[in-house]
């Protein structure tokens, strides 16, 4: 059974930047795409970049273009998203998601994380 652990989140001021990783547990995912995902109460819940098992396909929410970058080490099982210029409304949980197959991790991942808090204060 694979587990999806993520790390990273906390407190941290507009304009600041925080690094999630998303680390995989009980077999490898080097051949799943994965994405980072993010909720808020009352709000859908978001995808926010995607990559593709060899990290040669990457989509970003027009909402963090330019500002998240998401990557992937294969060799340790490891997925990130670096976050910069984070602003008050990027505030949420942050979820990381895996499937095997890549359109499906938009709609409905089978694989999915706990999450891990981002605050961002004004």
């Known amino acids: 059974q694979v587990q999806l652990v993520e790390s990273g989140g906390g407190l941290v001021q507009a304009g600041g930047s925080l690094r999630l990783s998303c680390a995989a547990s009980g077999r490898t995912i080097r051949s799943y795409a994965v994405g980072w995902f993010r909720q808020t109460p009352g709000k859908e819940r978001e995808v926010v970049a995607a990559?593709?098992?060899?990290?040669?396909?990457?989509w970003y929410a027009d909402s963090v273009k330019g500002r998240f970058t998401i990557s992937r080490d294969n060799a340790k099982n490891t997925v990130y998203l670096q976050m910069n210029s984070l602003k008050p409304e990027d505030t949420a949980v942050y979820h990381c998601?895996?499937?095997?197959?890549?359109?499906?991790?938009?709609?409905?991942?089978?694989?999915w994380g706990q999450g891990t808090q981002v605050t961002v204060s004004s």
């Open positions: 998601a895996a499937d095997s197959l890549h359109t499906r991790l938009y709609r409905d991942p089978g694989l």
């Open positions: 990559i593709n098992w060899n990290g040669k396909s990457i």
